[in-house]
């Protein structure tokens, strides 16, 4: 059996290596315990990765990943891994909305204390009636004073709080949905109150900061991937990559006794950490593990889809660095050429088509989806009638995040399982997010606060002197 060090040292074993199991193995490690991290990939970053484009060689991310304000945890995490200065983060909120007929729009943060900030989006923004502004301000008040936490929250989606609020159908789909449908990839009318709540309040309510969208100036691979690998590295974290684990053994306790990975190898530690995907774990833990709480209750949690179109044209064709297109299924562009800094009038621009809850594209053929997409480009943007397509890359992401419909937040379950050394992480797990990278680190840390909590000592702290953890 391969271990991972003397037996007299409390060890970890993290298995996969998306931002939770890089949280997770970063904080034990910097707690001073010896981690372990398996990867089934060959690059750290999990969803949140880039890949060279086979024709040009441009790197490309598998999604546009965009950050808010409020993302506190990541913020705090990318700083500590020495890459903030490879993110942009608006300094107030400033986004393009475009209808059918190509009016613009313009959602705009104001300073101030809260509501207020929202004032002068609702003020400057032309998709809503005078009423329907005042709607809005209405719902807000409201969702400022809700509880999201009252049960009745988890079991109403957020459209139907939303209309039982006055909000109409226009203020829904014009306001509300353009915040919704991309933080929660999903549709408005399948989230549920209680999360869509938790971005109003958490999200839109907090301040003026919390609202400014950021985005990463650097492909996903040099903004998360590789500067992570470093820091893990640099923690003394034995990370394998390419390594996927195949199962994990358990004794009839439920006490894990090791991880059977890719080429037959063996390792064992003190302590586990699952930061694997929903529909991933329960296929690598023993039958009677998997039919007790809470893994009986992944089985019960679903995934929705995004699709990423990138376009590369001739000549410029779009100005800012991203809009959104309502009642379209462009929905957000995002315009990397000018968000990576390269000159269009040189190498062409690189666009981004970002669309959430895909449902309607995941099972297009490619070359179908493309054209529409193009075709819809030509339409809302006038400069892409005369410029050349050079090439269309489509990236489908069937299991892009899991669905918070209403129901969902019960099947969430937190770091501790009924294994005495499995500890759970993974965006999915309890963490009052979305599906989001916030999500993913705050779900790392609450696993490593598990595991020091019931273990208590690690090497380097004063309880080590005691000696191997006490379970
Ligand atoms: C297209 C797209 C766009 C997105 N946009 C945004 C956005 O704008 N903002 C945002 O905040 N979030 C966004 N997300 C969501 C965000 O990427 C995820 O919520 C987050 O990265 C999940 O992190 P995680 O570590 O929990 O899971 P993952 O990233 O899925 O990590 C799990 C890791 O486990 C590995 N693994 C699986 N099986 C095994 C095994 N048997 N052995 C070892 N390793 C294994 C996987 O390879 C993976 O690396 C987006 C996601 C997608 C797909």
Redesign the pocket.
């Known amino acids: 059996m391969t271990g991972n060090g003397s037996d007299s040292e409390p060890s970890a074993l993290v298995?996969?290596?998306?931002?939770?199991?890089?949280a997770a193995a970063g904080r034990l490690a910097e707690s001073g315990w010896r981690v372990t991290l398996?990867?089934?990939?060959t690059s750290?970053?999990?969803?949140?990765f880039s890949f060279a484009d086979r024709e040009s060689g441009v790197e490309l991310d598998?999604?546009?990943?965009?950050?808010v304000g409020a993302?506190r945890n990541?913020m705090e995490f990318l700083e500590r891994i020495g890459v903030s200065d490879l993110w942009h983060v608006q300094p107030r909120l400033n986004v393009d909305v475009y209808d059918r007929a190509g009016r613009g729009g313009k959602l705009y943060g104001l300073g101030g204390p809260a509501p207020a900030h929202l004032l002068a989006a609702f003020i400057t923004y032309r998709h809503l009636s005078l009423g329907d502004k005042l709607r809005a301000v209405r719902g807000v008040i409201a969702a400022m004073r809700a509880n999201r936490s009252a049960p009745e929250m988890e079991t109403t989606s957020f459209y139907d709080w939303l209309r039982a609020h006055g909000q109409s159908e226009r203020c829904i789909y014009n306001l509300w949905n353009v915040i919704i449908e991309?933080t929660l990839?999903d549709n408005i009318r399948d989230v549920s109150a209680a999360m869509g709540l938790m971005i109003t309040q958490d999200g839109l309510l907090q301040g003026r900061r919390e609202i400014n969208i950021g985005h990463p100036l650097v492909p996903l691979g040099q903004a998360i991937g590789a500067p992570c690998e470093a820091y893990l590295h640099d923690l003394g974290v034995r990370t394998l990559l390419g390594?996927?684990?195949?199962a994990v053994e358990a004794s009839a306790d439920g006490r894990v006794q090791r991880v059977v990975?890719g080429g037959g190898r063996e390792w064992s530690a003190d302590v586990y950490v699952s930061?694997?995907?929903f529909w991933?774990l329960p296929g690598?833990i023993p039958d009677r593990l998997a039919e007790q709480a809470p893994f009986n209750s992944l089985t019960g949690l679903r995934a929705s889809p995004?699709v990423?179109v990138h376009l590369e044209y001739d000549r410029p064709v779009m100005d800012g660095d991203f809009c959104y297109f309502l009642d379209n299924p462009l929905q957000w562009v995002f315009n990397t050429s000018r968000i990576r800094g390269s000159d269009p009038r040189r190498d062409g621009q690189l666009l981004a088509v970002?669309i959430s809850a895909a449902w309607d594209h995941i099972d297009l053929p490619r070359a179908e989806l493309a054209d529409r997409i193009a075709e819809e480009m030509r339409a809302a943007f006038p400069r892409a009638r005369q410029a050349r397509l050079v090439r269309s890359i489509v990236?489908k992401?069937r299991n892009?995040?899991f669905r918070c419909t209403p129901g969902a937040q019960r099947m969430r379950p937190g770091p501790v399982t009924a294994s005495p050394n499995l500890f759970l992480?993974?965006?999915?797990t309890d963490t009052g997010w979305p599906?989001?990278?916030?999500?993913?680190i705050i779900?790392?840390y609450n696993a490593a606060a598990a595991v020091m909590s019931r273990f208590g000592a690690a090497p380097g702290t004063a309880e080590e002197k005691s000696g191997r953890p006490m379970v």
Not at 15 to 22: D, P, R, T
Not at 38 to 41: F, I
Not at 44 to 48: C, E, F, N, V
Not at 425 to 428: F, K, N, Q
């Open positions: 298995i996969g290596g998306g931002l939770a199991g890089i398996l990867e089934a990939r750290l970053g999990g969803r949140a598998n999604g546009q990943h965009v950050i993302c990541l991309g990839n390594c996927p684990a195949h990975a930061a694997a995907p991933v690598l995004i990423n970002s990236v992401q892009a995040t992480a993974g965006e999915w599906s989001t990278m916030e999500g993913a779900s790392g």
